[in-house]
């Protein structure tokens, strides 16, 4: 019995260590007691490895289940970064109760990489950087870095004694040097870019992609090495920042996760669900004011979705180009006039476009040249300003400090559906006599 457990620890293990990905999946969809019973088996790397690789609910849940000594051990193991990621999510009394179960200095670095603003560079920065002094020689140093993981021997961070940031070294450099020469003589750039650790996650991606950086450092204000930022840690960010956007543009908190409860998802969802109902209640206002014409002309009724449906479209297509030009800083705000402009066009010959196909389709169904061609006309102004809209809004929201991406989509929904039905129906009340 004990052999046959002996190797089904080791046939687990060997799963979890090759086929990383399908142990996400077996884990996901695992009573969550199991997940805990297999972590208290593994080697504390291994048990970080999987925690990483699993939702963050999921990875809380399970931490808080585990032995007292099983967690001190994981999250020790554990990259500081992901690991304050993952208890800042929870709240205050759960956060406290996990960190009162960790080591003095580990718990002191991890309060301390929480108490930075959310998305800044302090929170990104891997803090246990491993730096080199200036004053040992090539060969010390090559000694030195038998003893480092692989991924932070590409790029050297070099400081002086009291932990200053002298500049890079890039590895190749080393190796191709001579074994007595001093490593400060290496530094190829001796004014290395770097950040305070309340710089923005923005400011950070703007940098990584700008000069094509492969790690960032992270310095206090007398230049002393606080920790580095890594390219592989930009773009999680940025996939988590993108991802994040996606929840706000429809109202859904940023914090809100798959397996959040559905009592914490509800609160956090039901104010902007009202604000929805709100301007919902607007657009049939509008549609309100012309009751006479419709009731005279029923197939406007018929087709007010229509207008409104590709309207709406518009107004997406130029939100989704215009977030992603102020995310990935391709645009800024002295460009408002280009960007409107451009966008009004493009909604403008589109409208034309479908207001052709769409005229000749409401022709063959009504038989009415005049309910043809004021759903064109209607269809052209509505797309133009939807695409104005779209992209107004979030630069309007960035001018005024706010989050672009908060709620985008539902006030581009309000805009759009008011904009549809007011120059469907308002024209077919101006040209009545042509329907």
Known sequence: M????????????????????????????????????????QSPARGARVLRHIS??????????????????????????????????????????????????????????????????????????????????????LNRLRRFPPRDTAVLVVTDDSGKLLGLVDLVDIVHADPGAPLE?????????RVNALTTREEIIDLFSRYRLRLLPVVDIED???????????????QEE??????????????????????SAMRKRLPWLNINLLTAFLAAAVVGLFENTIAQFTAL??????????????????????????ALREIQMRHWQRVLLKEVLAGALNGIAIAIVTGLGVMLWS??????????????????????SGAAIPLLLTRLGQDPAQSASILL????????????????????RLL
């Open 224 to 238: 002393r090495l606080l920790g580095i930022i890594r390219q592989s840690t930009v773009i999680k960010a940025t």
């Open 56 to 141: 963050s609910a999921l990875a809380i849940a399970a931490l808080q289940q585990l032995q007292t000594d099983t967690v001190r051990r994981i999250l020790a193991a554990m990259d500081p970064v992901h690991a304050a990621l993952l208890l800042g999510s929870l709240d205050t009394d759960g956060r406290e109760s996990l960190l009162k179960k960790l080591d003095a200095g580990l718990s002191r670095e991890l309060r301390e990489l929480m108490s930075y603003p959310e998305a800044s560079a302090g929170r990104l920065m891997q803090p246990r950087a491993p730096s080199i002094p200036a004053r040992l020689t090539v060969k010390q140093v």
């Open 185 to 193: 003589s290496l530094i190829h750039i001796s004014t290395p870019i």
């Open 413 to 432: 929904t309000t805009v759009t559906d008011v904009v549809g039905f007011f120059s469907f129906l308002g024209l077919a009340t101006l040209f009545s």
């Open 301 to 326: 009724a018929v087709l007010l979705p229509v207008v409104a449906g590709q309207s709406g479209n518009t107004g997406a297509q130029a939100l989704a180009v215009i977030m992603r030009g102020l």
């Open 2 to 41: 004990t052999d046959l457990r002996a190797l089904t620890r080791a046939l687990a293990d060997a799963f979890i260590d090759q086929f990383p990905q399908e142990t996400t999946e077996v884990l996901e969809s695992a009573p969550l007691t199991e997940i805990v019973e297999l972590l208290q088996t």
């Open 367 to 388: 038989k009415s040249a005049g309910l043809a061609l004021v759903i064109g006309a209607a269809m052209v102004i509505s797309m133009a300003l939807a695409g104005l």
């Open 242 to 263: 993108a991802a994040t956007d996606m929840q706000a543009m429809v109202g859904v908190s940023r914090d809100e996760r798959a397996l959040s409860s559905p009592l």
